[in-house]
C-alpha cells in the first residue's frame, strides 16, 4: 500500500499542475484628477502606466472646462483604431479626443483592453498651451 501511495501522489501532483491556469491580475482602476491650482492646469498624477485590460478614470476636479485628448502622431502603431473604439463618447467621430467636461466630479472612462502596448501622449485641448499634458504608458 505505501508502495503505491509514494507512485500516486507525485503523479497526481504532475496532473493537477498541468491543468492549473495561471493567475490572470485583476485589471486595476486608476484614477487622474484634472485640476486648476493658482495659474497650472494639470493631471495628477500626469505620467503613469498601466497594463493592458486596466481602466483609466479621468475626473473633472475644478478649472473647467477639461477634456482628454490623444496626439495621433504621439501614440503607438495601431492604437488610434483602439483609442476610437475605447472612447465611448468623444468630441467628434474621427478625433481621439473626450467631450468636455464642465461639471464638477464628471468622469470620463477608457478601458485599456486590448491596447498597444508604448507610450500614449495625452492633452487637455483648452489648457494644452498652459502645460496640461501626460504620458500613459502600457505595458503587458
Known sequence: MKRW????????????AAFAQPAVPTPATIRIRMLQQGSRYLFEPANF?????????????????????FDPAHIPQGALPF?????ATKMAPNLPASPMM?????????NFAGAPVGTY?????????LGMKGIITVAQ
Open 5 to 16: 501511495t509514494l507512485v500516486a501522489l507525485p503523479v497526481l501532483a504532475l496532473g493537477v
Open 49 to 69: 502606466t498601466v497594463r493592458v485590460g486596466d481602466v483609466v478614470e479621468f475626473v473633472n476636479v475644478n478649472g473647467f472646462p477639461h477634456n482628454v485628448q
Open 83 to 87: 483609442l476610437m473604439r475605447a472612447m
Open 102 to 110: 464642465t461639471r464638477p466630479n464628471e468622469v470620463y472612462r477608457i
Open 121 to 129: 501622449n495625452y492633452f487637455c485641448l483648452p489648457h494644452q498651451a
